[in-house]
């Protein structure tokens, strides 16, 4: 028998704000909130995984000393070995995302490059670029980008499944944009590590990064507790559904980005509005000239549905975005640039080493 207030059907919904606070990395203040056994809310909690719900932090770039920028390029079609090049850009020029777009052949990219070396990132795109492993090269500084909340109200925990009725999908235009966060880059290399552990496992304990990076567990501690949370490195956590592993091995999950280009800012807000609210959105973002992007992952038996409520809503106003299907089988995320970084020197990156690094994947690999 479950305990009173033990509610399955919401559960997701329940431990929401813990997991927005603090990654809900405390279960027994939420067993003892929610009158949920600790034993039950510690089993849910690593059953989140096998129905494809991760808890992922948000990193504050900005805090870490580091530019986000999004860039889209055609890799050369003789070329295949693309973990080696991307592998050689994680490590050596701070890539953490790549997804190639079906029929249009682009990638899509995302890098946090060190504040003050934006050139070094344009250099070695350059270089790739003459050498005719990259061409189409567009360069976007990111000025926010927000990853969304999981929407549980549509959400069946028990039975691992969506309930979504488009007809009742509301946004609202008049909410106030993400703004870029700002604040002093105030952090060591002990922070990184520990950020690289929370991106990795968000509930990885103190002892076991403490093993990794060679310090005491009291250590750690201090560094997660006055320096990731609260100079806000880490500003908060985010529940998000990106499908379980065998969806992904049956084809059952469609990733599709969205691409807004010249809109005024009131039709960007309506297109904000729309896509927020379909809760299949895990983020979205703007670039500095303008361009607004929106990334979903959409179960296959909800893409009709969710292609034609976002169609509608859009031609009501007149946006029409550029859809780039996203190819399942070559898309990746990297976790923050840990290796660029020193702990005596701070952030390195110059072009020419970071060129010979990814050549050198590349002869490695291929």
């Known amino acids: 028998m479950r305990p009173a207030g033990d509610d399955v059907k919401t559960f997701l919904a329940r431990i929401a704000p813990y997991v927005e606070r603090d990654g809900a990395r405390n279960l027994n203040e939420i067993s003892r909130d929610l009158s949920i056994p600790y034993q039950t809310l510690r089993s849910r909690m690593q059953g989140l995984g096998a129905t494809g719900i991760g808890i992922y932090p948000m990193v504050n770039p900005d805090r870490l000393g580091l530019k986000r920028y999004r860039v889209g390029f055609k890799v050369s079609s ?5 973990k080696s090049i991307f592998g050689g850009l994680h490590q050596s020029a701070g890539l953490i995302y790549y ?23 344009r250099k070695l795109l350059r270089a790739l670029e003459e050498m005719k492993f990259l061409s189409e090269i567009k360069i976007r500084e990111l000025v926010w980008k927000d990853i969304l909340m999981m929407q549980t109200r549509y959400y069946d925990y028990e039975n691992a499944s969506w309930d979504v009725d488009f007809s009742t999908l509301r946004g609202n235009p008049s909410i106030a944009l993400p703004e870029k966060a700002k604040g002093d880059a105030r952090f060591d290399h002990t922070d990184l590590a520990i950020i690289k552990s929370l991106q990795l496992n968000y509930f990885t304990k103190h002892v076991d990064i403490a ?3 060679q310090l005491t567990p009291e250590c750690i501690a201090y560094h997660l507790n006055k320096h990731v949370f609260d100079l806000k490195q880490v500003s908060g956590f985010r529940m998000r559904w990106t499908g379980p592993t065998e969806a992904w091995s049956k084809h059952s999950i469609s990733p599709i980005t969205l691409f807004f280009e010249d809109l005024s800012e009131e039709k960007k807000r309506h297109a904000v509005s729309i896509l927020t609210s379909v809760p299949f959105t895990w983020n979205h973002m703007q670039a500095r000239d303008g361009t607004y992007f929106a990334e979903l992952i959409i179960p296959t038996t909800f893409i009709s549905e969710t292609m034609k409520h976002i169609s509608e809503k859009l031609r009501e106003l007149d946006i029409a975005p550029l859809v780039e299907l996203v190819d399942w089988s070559c898309v990746s995320s990297y976790t923050i640039p840990y290796m660029m970084h020193d702990s005596e020197r701070g952030w390195k990156f110059k072009a020419e080493e970071s060129l010979g690094y990814v050549l050198e994947m590349i002869r490695t690999y291929s």
């Not at 003789?78 to 693309?82: A, H, I, K, L, W």
């Not at 997804?99 to 990132?121: H, I, M, N, W, Y």
């Open 99 to 121: 997804a190639r777009s079906f029929f249009s052949q682009r990638f899509d990219t995302e890098f946090l490059v060190p504040r003050g070396k934006e050139s070094e990132l």
């Open 78 to 82: 003789d070329f295949t070995s693309f």
């Open 211 to 213: 093993k990794e990076v």
